[in-house]
């Protein structure tokens, strides 16, 4: 999905929390929106290049197999979702990473379906990830 979507699709939630958490709900969008900072991560170690521009088309266009976008692994999950009960701060990103990845799931069994999938192109485990490399 691209990453216009997923912020605009985030816009809604954060304005219906921030009434009651106020500018605590932008935590809301770091789990929603930012996550995918990862792709970014990525770019930079696979092309050892810094441009946000570049790094953009490279990660729409890639079908490279077994990527490692750490803040999509299950790892990182457990890790957020033991944090969501020391502060409310890690509940809202929790929430909004769940929210991210409901859209993301819906994208990739859309893009299977219609033969632009990218099937195998993203690591689910840093664990499992690291024993293959």
């Known amino acids: ?4 979507t997923h912020f605009l699709f985030s816009i ?3 304005m219906l ?8 709900s932008l935590a809301f969008l770091i789990g929603s929106y930012l996550i995918d900072f990862d792709h970014y991560l990525w770019y930079i ?6 441009n946000p ?3 953009y088309w490279w990660c729409r266009e ?7 976008h750490i803040f999509h692994t299950i790892e990182f999950w457990v890790l ?9 701060f890690f509940k809202l990103v929790f929430i909004g990473m769940i929210f991210h990845l409901i859209f993301d799931f819906i994208d990739y069994i859309y893009e299977e379906e219609s033969g632009k999938g990218h099937k195998g192109t993203r690591a689910f485990s840093f664990i499992i990830w690291l024993r293959r490399h």
Not at 18 to 23: A, G, M, S, V
């Open 1 to 4: 999905m691209f990453p216009i």
């Open 12 to 14: 809604i939630p954060i």
């Open 17 to 24: 929390l921030f009434p009651i958490y106020k500018y605590l």
């Open 45 to 50: 170690i696979c092309k050892k290049d810094f």
């Open 53 to 55: 521009k570049k790094a």
């Open 62 to 68: 890639s079908r490279q197999k077994d990527q490692m």
């Open 80 to 88: 957020m979702f033991l944090l969501s009960f020391v502060h409310i």
